[in-house]
């Protein structure tokens, strides 16, 4: 666990703020940094008891009450955030939708919150397939405006509806299309940020040439393209021989982008640093075309084994997306009044489904690639659906509902053992545990995409279990993916 960061705790075990008054008035005393910031900065400045709690929390289990929050209006009131917080040695963490499930946007750190104004759509170029936007804005905010253009932003999360693009830059997020679109860092095309000294960059590609100018420029951006230089001088074949050859890397630098052939991006270089080596500003980023037509094709297996095994004669099929939700999402689903409706399409008590989506420029195209998957599955001895496992809709399908089904993008790595699969799914079946509070039977939940297997066991087995079943997965994915070369 980070240093300094704890379990959700009780609201009673959290201590005031030295900053702020005890009795919880917005307006009570203030301290230099809160004074400094309200002489510079014109979004609002945060300090109360209410804001901070608000904000010490995000997606994850963590909690860590911020030092203040800062919502700036503008690059400048960045700027004027970063003198002070420089000045006065406070850490700076940027924060988009809180939508990080391991702790990124909680520290102990003056918060900049972007999205409440930095949120827009500055320019878009139809014609180049690009946006220029700032980091706040939501990822449904930005596809709904360049809708009637016939485009889209290809990575699509599971939290479209409020994650934000400045997040996705920061996290290299993927989402259930990246079958077909990859992760964000091939979609940033430039970056205007911030370096912690407070240097205003613009980091996109640059020719040899302009590298070597780079080289030269005083300063902390000089620095940079010096010490990137060195490193592909000294590592490159250390890099190329050893850098994780999986899709989805999201687990460190992109140390990859250093020693590509052609001219180097030094924005897709950042993407996926968490805020640890720049803050954005802007970000141009690649536009899609939105596919004409789509159609589903929905295959009920009696085990989420079978499911997983059969993912990989899928993925030959060239599909725009897959998605795979085991018993316990299903039962959840059907469970629950306002998403029992959207669950209808499920035929029979399935022990899992693959939802599978293809996308072409007719109705005829998807439908006859759903039918070379029907023939495919029918040919297949080790598929077993049950039920009536079909289910076509030749519209185009943004969502499944609002109902966030586990994404499933893929197949495991090549080379993991089939027993490993086994292993796997021993470890994350339903146990037989009540949680004394919900009366629910604790579960464990999985997906698997390009790269790998997540999962994310459900705390509801008691903490003492939870915490047995994590070890356990994580001992056994450390050994899946020192094989294939894992990341």
């Known amino acids: 666990m980070p240093p300094g960061?704890?379990?959700?705790?009780?609201?009673?075990?959290?201590?005031?703020?030295?900053?702020?008054?005890?009795?919880?008035?917005?307006?009570?005393?203030?301290?230099?940094?809160?004074?400094?910031?309200?002489?510079?900065?014109?979004?609002?400045?945060?300090?109360?008891?209410?804001?901070?709690?608000?904000?010490?929390?995000?997606?994850?289990?963590?909690?860590?009450?911020?030092?203040?929050?800062?919502?700036?209006?503008?690059?400048?009131?960045?700027?004027?955030?970063?003198?002070?917080?420089?000045?006065?040695?406070?850490?700076?963490?940027?924060?988009?939708?809180?939508?990080?499930?391991?702790?990124?946007?909680?520290?102990?750190?003056?918060?900049?919150?972007?999205?409440?104004?930095?949120n827009g759509v500055l320019e878009v170029n139809a014609e180049e397939l690009w946006a220029?936007?700032?980091?706040?804005?939501?990822?449904?905010?930005?596809?709904?405006?360049?809708?009637?253009?016939?485009?889209?932003?290809?990575?699509?999360?599971?939290?479209?509806?409020?994650?934000t693009l400045g997040g996705m830059v920061g996290n290299n997020s993927g989402g259930s299309h990246s079958i077909a679109y990859g992760l964000t860092v091939e979609h940033v095309l430039e970056l205007d940020a911030l370096l912690a000294d407070g240097t205003r960059v613009r980091f996109g590609t640059v020719t040899p040439a302009e590298f070597e100018a780079k080289m030269r420029l005083p300063g902390a951006e000089g620095r940079i393209y010096r010490e990137v230089a060195a490193i592909r001088a000294e590592y490159a074949e250390e890099i190329r021989k050893r850098y994780p050859k999986h899709w989805r890397r999201v687990a460190g630098y992109n140390l990859n982008e250093v020693v590509k052939d052609g001219p180097l991006n030094m924005a897709r270089v950042v993407v996926g640093s968490?805020?640890?080596?720049?803050?954005?500003?802007?970000?141009?980023?690649?536009?899609?075309?939105?596919?004409?037509?789509?159609?589903?094709?929905?295959?009920?297996?009696?085990?989420?084994?079978?499911a997983l095994e059969s993912s990989q004669s899928i993925l030959e099929t060239g599909p725009y997306a897959v998605e795979l939700t085991d018993k316990l999402i299903l039962d959840l689903a059907r469970d629950n009044i306002e998403q029992r409706a959207r669950a209808a399409f499920v035929q029979g008590d399935p022990g899992a489904i693959l939802i599978v989506e293809y996308a072409g420029e007719s109705d005829g195209e998807v439908a006859s690639k759903v039918d070379a998957l029907e023939a495919r599955r029918v040919r297949s001895d080790t598929q077993q659906p049950v039920g009536d496992?079909?289910?076509?809709?030749?519209?185009?399908?943004?969502?499944?509902?609002?109902?966030?089904?586990?994404?499933?993008?893929?197949?495991?790595?090549?080379?993991?053992?089939?027993?490993?699969?086994?292993?796997?799914?021993?470890?994350?079946?339903?146990?037989?545990?009540?949680?004394?509070?919900?009366?629910?039977?604790?579960?464990?939940?999985?997906?698997?995409?390009?790269?790998?297997?997540?999962?994310?066991?459900?705390?509801?087995?008691?903490?003492?279990?939870?915490?047995?079943?994590?070890?356990?997965?994580?001992?056994?994915?450390?050994?899946?993916?020192?094989?294939?070369?894992?990341?």
């Open 132 to 163: 220029r936007v700032q980091p706040g804005l939501v990822q449904d905010e930005l596809n709904h405006a360049i809708r009637d253009l016939g485009l889209l932003f290809g990575p699509d999360t599971s939290t479209s509806n409020r994650a």
């Open 5 to 118: 960061v704890t379990r959700n705790p009780r609201a009673s075990d959290v201590p005031p703020p030295a900053a702020v008054s005890r009795h919880g008035e917005y307006n009570g005393p203030v301290n230099d940094l809160e004074r400094d910031l309200r002489r510079v900065v014109r979004g609002s400045v945060r300090f109360d008891p209410a804001s901070l709690l608000l904000y010490s929390t995000d997606a994850s289990m963590y909690q860590v009450e911020p030092i203040g929050v800062v919502t700036p209006r503008d690059g400048d009131d960045v700027i004027a955030a970063f003198d002070v917080a420089r000045r006065q040695k406070v850490a700076l963490l940027p924060r988009g939708g809180g939508t990080s499930l391991t702790g990124q946007t909680v520290n102990r750190a003056l918060v900049l919150d972007f999205s409440q104004h930095m």
């Open 389 to 487: 496992e079909r289910l076509r809709l030749s519209f185009c399908v943004d969502r499944l509902g609002t109902f966030e089904f586990e994404r499933a993008l893929g197949k495991l790595p090549r080379g993991v053992p089939d027993q490993n699969v086994a292993r796997l799914r021993g470890l994350l079946e339903p146990r037989g545990d009540v949680d004394g509070v919900t009366g629910r039977k604790g579960a464990a939940l999985a997906h698997h995409d390009l790269a790998g297997v997540d999962s994310h066991p459900d705390l509801q087995l008691g903490a003492e279990l939870a915490l047995k079943v994590r070890i356990e997965v994580a001992e056994l994915f450390a050994q899946l993916v020192r094989g294939p070369s894992g990341a």
């Open 274 to 306: 968490e805020g640890t080596l720049l803050t954005v500003l802007e970000a141009k980023v690649r536009l899609v075309r939105r596919p004409k037509k789509t159609a589903l094709d929905v295959i009920h297996y009696a085990s989420i084994q079978e």
